[in-house]
């Protein structure tokens, strides 16, 4: 293990993030099923910005405030009351969100961005924008924490796999003494040997919100790559990373 290399670490839930230095690190936020997977799949169809807030009254002022917006979001799956949309990424073509501005609140992952402090950087990711992910952490050089979102601070199989994925992909790049992170690898290579989203419908948040009729919003989450960019935060705005 060579220490001269920046530290990465993986936080499993929300509850456990007060455990993590977050001060000059590189934050990502991960909530695979759906939040930061819609964030990338907005951003790559031309939306001009996403911003994430905590509360639904919140987006429903913001959203009359901002020209050009979105209000959208969810809680336990579902569309919030008062809110125009959803958290589901196949409803952001570029038809619809071109030049727009998406507010949104999540059940998970945009809570969990909120509870970030004093990070250098905070971006978000999801299989969607895997690789993009992985290159900009390995360029910027600097200790990386991945926050898994989580269901309602309770540890879930598909932020933890994209975790590993990311784990995987840039070890070679950084010191790793973190089981959290060890743990999150062993799962990746568990489940690699099938797509992602094979292994994932066994999974507690698969089965959730399959109820629902969104088994397709899952498949298409679970899709490596499909939205190539790296959403990060300037201010209280999501914008691709240039």
Known sequence: MDTNLPKLEVCLSPALLHLYNTKGVVVVIIDVFRATSTIAAALHNGAKSVIPVAQVQECIDLGKQIPDSITAGERDGKVAEGLQYGNSPSEYPR?????????LTTTNGTRLLHMVQDADTIITGSFLNLSAV???????NK??????????DRFNLEDTLFSGAVVNKVKEHFTIN????RAANYLYEHAKESTFIDFLRDSSHYKRLSAYGLSADMEYCATPDLHPVVPILRGNELVIHQ
């Open 95 to 103: 038809s619809f969100i071109e030049n727009k501005t998406l507010v």
């Open 134 to 140: 992985c290159d900009f952490l390995i360029r910027q």
């Open 143 to 152: 200790p990386v924490l991945l926050g898994c979102a989580a269901w309602k």
């Open 178 to 181: 973190c089981d959290s992170a």
